[in-house]
């Protein structure tokens, strides 16, 4: 029997077969050599003079090969090659002359050596700072030089809603700036800017990486030469680190001009900033605004679009405005004395704001009227129109309020304030039923919710879809909110969850023998990015988060005095915007 060439490897065939060593070439050895070398300086220091000896002799031979052409050389002898002939090659590689001795010859290379390595290391010192100072400005750590500019301290998603309304609201200024200072890296900030706050126009935005709660960071941010400042709620930090960002501020603007917009989720630190800088920081509760926007716009259809129009700088506007023609006449009589303006309530002579006064109220000289109009020349006194004025009109009542059902799909943080606005509103024997997903949300969140008399039930799902039919198929509802799972999950993932559940209400309100009765739909974006997508997913009405608090911030930074007309107009206590059917005011035709 004869034995085969296989190998059985290591065992009762014997050892293995010695694998083959594949040649190496040359080519490929001294390449190896050589970029070992390279992190040996000793070994890379000898491969150079070894290449330079090489290259010298190399260039011997290329100069006889060019004496040899008769037309290239006009000796009459061609020179023997000699040891001179060589260090002339060398030492001309080495940039030195051809030194006569061999004692120059040394101190010719001495020098060369001398001189290449202050050469080098005066070299290496200059581009090692201009690195430095290219690193430092890549990272943004520069001062900011310039005056007159919004400063925005923190990040958070409504950074851009802010940049698009500042850009549309200071199209008319020469040179407009905003500075961004907060602890994100330059490059993030920047690549998010343009890949999300496109069409600016001629709007400079510069970003500065920093500590906004470190006083000496915030001196690089020109805080004194700022013309007001917005300190955002970056959402997971929550009020301690606005109030933070607040005294360092204070310590360092020496400008007390200065206004600051801070964005605050407490009424009670909202209270006590303005106090402390007495009236310095205006608070702008955006959790709240988000809250009673999202509660009103379920109870009247298009609510949410014309808060849109009246919060953003390309609509219709709030003005202020002296009509010494309207001292001595009442507020009603104000009210009907401008064509093409809407008044909404008055500044009184102590500078106080009043949102829809008493009809009877008396005006004075004093007197700045609120109006809404397109542009501030809209806002005309065009005289009283006493045909109207004296003009007995029977409105029709409106309806008796009936108790309302609510489904409320998702929940957060923000649930709890929006069902307190809609316990506000909503009639008694009304009723709220709440569907949360128990991996986004604890069921011990659901439980004790109280909010007088309306009556609350909830339910903790899994997500299938036949938990969320019986859900809906209980009764009757009036609307359906659902919420976004805010800081439970990402706003990406949040928005998804609620498109999905938009996707799936809407196919359920369209299918037959369910036991779900279609009805109003209103749902929660929390990115304003994702708005077209959830329109295609329909909804009677949508309320993007970060956009609401956005316009609202925008607004009260460009004018502040615009600062108690929103917190009357968004606080649950005081004046509301309506979307009613005019019938209830007056007789068609």
Do not use: C
């Not at 290449?51 to 290239?72: C, R, W």
């Not at 008055?346 to 009227?369: S, W």
């Not at 938990?467 to 009036?478: P, Q």
Request: charge should be negative; charged fraction near 25%.
């Amino acid at each position: 029997m004869t034995e085969n060439n296989r190998s059985y490897g290591q065992g009762a065939k014997g050892e293995p077969d010695a694998p083959i060593a594949k040649k190496v070439s040359f080519l490929t050895r001294l390449r190896y050599n050589f970029d070992n070398s390279i992190a040996k300086s000793g070994a890379f220091v000898a491969y150079m003079f070894g290449g330079l000896v090489v290259m010298s002799i190399l260039v011997v031979f290329i100069k006889y090969a060019l004496y040899s052409v008769p037309f290239l050389y006009a000796g009459d002898k061609l020179p023997t090659p000699t040891f001179e002939t060589f260090w002339g090659s060398f030492a001309g590689l080495l940039g030195k002359g051809g030194e006569a001795t061999w004692a120059d010859r040394i101190l010719g290379i001495i020098a060369w050596a001398i001189t290449i390595t202050l050469a080098a290391s005066i070299t290496g010192f200059i581009v090692g700072a201009i690195g430095r100072t290219f690193e430092r400005l890549r990272k943004g750590k520069s001062p900011v030089v310039d005056s007159g500019h919004t400063l925005i301290l923190g990040w958070s998603n409504r950074v851009f809603p802010i940049l698009k309304e500042l850009a549309i609201a200071n199209e008319n200024v020469r040179k407009p700036l905003v500075v961004i200072f907060s602890n994100k890296t330059r490059e993030f900030m920047e690549d998010e800017i343009e890949s999300r706050a496109e069409g600016l126009g001629k709007l400079k935005v510069i970003t500065r990486t920093g500590d906004p709660t470190n006083p000496t960071d915030l001196k690089r941010a020109n805080i004194s030469g700022a013309k007001s400042i917005i300190i955002l709620d970056e959402d997971e930090a929550g009020d301690a680190t606005i109030v933070s960002t607040v005294l360092a501020v204070k310590s360092v603007n020496s400008n007390p001009n200065t206004r600051i917009i801070a964005e605050v989720d407490d009424p009670h630190t909202a209270e006590a900033l303005e106090t402390a800088t007495e009236g310095r920081v205006i608070s702008v509760r955006s959790h709240d605004v988000i809250a009673r926007v999202t509660a009103q716009a379920s109870r009247q259809p298009g609510l949410a679009a014309v808060t849109l129009d009246l919060l953003d700088f390309a609509g219709d506007e709030i003005y202020f405005n002296s009509v010494p023609a309207l001292a001595g006449k009442t507020y009603a009589d104000a009210i009907l004395a401008f064509n093409e303006a809407s008044v909404i309530g008055i500044v009184d002579e102590k500078g106080e704001t009043h949102l829809n006064p008493k009809q009877g109220t008396k005006l004075t000289a004093k007197t700045r009227i609120i109006a809404i109009a397109e542009d501030d020349d809209k806002v005309v006194y065009t005289g009283v129109r006493e045909d109207i004025a004296t003009k007995k009109i029977t409105a029709k009542k409106a309806p008796a309020a009936k108790a309302e059902h609510l489904l409320v799909i998702g929940w957060s943080s923000m649930g709890r304030s929006v069902v307190a606005e809609l316990a506000a509103f909503l009639p008694k024997g009304s009723s709220v039923h709440i569907v949360a997903q128990s991996k986004f949300v604890a069921a011990t969140e659901l439980e004790n919710l109280n909010f007088g008399d309306i009556k609350v039930t909830h339910a903790s799902v899994s997500g299938d879809i036949d938990e969320l039919i019986a859900a809906a198929s209980a009764k009757k509802y009036n609307e359906v909110i659902i919420l976004g799972y805010r800081n439970a999950i990402s706003e990406s993932e949040a928005d998804a969850q609620t498109m999905l559940t938009m996707l799936q209400m809407n196919q359920l309100f369209a299918a037959d023998g369910n036991g779900v009765e279609p009805t109003r739909l209103v749902a929660e974006i929390l990115d304003s990015r994702k708005t077209e997508l959830a329109r295609v997913a329909a909804a009677d009405d949508l309320v993007v988060s970060d956009n609401l608090a956005a316009l609202l911030i925008a607004q009260v930074s460009e004018n502040p005095a615009l600062a108690p007309v929103f917190e009357d107009l968004f606080d649950a206590d005081g004046a509301s915007i309506n979307v009613r059917p005019i019938e209830q005011y007056a007789p068609l035709g």
